[in-house]
């Protein structure tokens, strides 16, 4: 388990470095619409690669945080009903969650994936006229799918090791207050 357990913190520390440093991009995306809704309104002149970039930004931002938000524990969840479960309840209807859904989920993403990306690289280029090229986005698709899978595994062998009492419960204060 302690051999887990490392695991589980080299993946942390991988998706909190991803996290803070792909939140920049939120700024970025900002800068570059704002750039790109001045130009078209000012110089009623406008890019299709300066909109596709904004796109791609946001959809970096949305697929490599995923893993972070699961390790911030800010996920989408039904606290009304966990609110009122034992934290071992609540530990056991995660790893289920986490073995059922996410890892499978995550599993098929990747398999899936893997050759979308492979048919756009290297040079698919987008349809619109002067669009950039697609094969960057696709593979952001799977870099935030296994960033996503890493972090479940770590938090399934996070919660184990709670249930098993190696390791405090982080995530008390959070649920206390649910």
Known sequence: MRLLLSFSRGVDLLNTFVGKAVGWLVLIAVLVSSANATIRYLFSNSSNAWLELQWYLFSAVFLLCAGYTLLKNEHIRIDIIL?????????????????????????????????????????????????????????????????????????????????????????ASQQQSH
Request: overall charge positive; some cysteine.
């Open 83 to 171: 609110g009122r479960l034992s934290p071992p309840a609540r530990h056991w209807i995660e790893i289920f969650g986490l073995v059922v859904f996410l890892v499978p989920l995550c599993v098929v993403m990747l398999y899936e994936g893997w050759p979308y990306f492979l048919q756009s690289y290297p040079a698919e280029q987008s349809s619109n006229a002067g669009g950039l090229l697609r094969w960057p986005v696709k593979l952001m698709i799977l870099v935030g799918f296994v960033l996503l899978l890493a972090q479940g595994l770590s938090q399934l062998v996070k919660r184990i090791a709670i249930l098993r009492g190696l390791i405090p419960d982080p995530y």
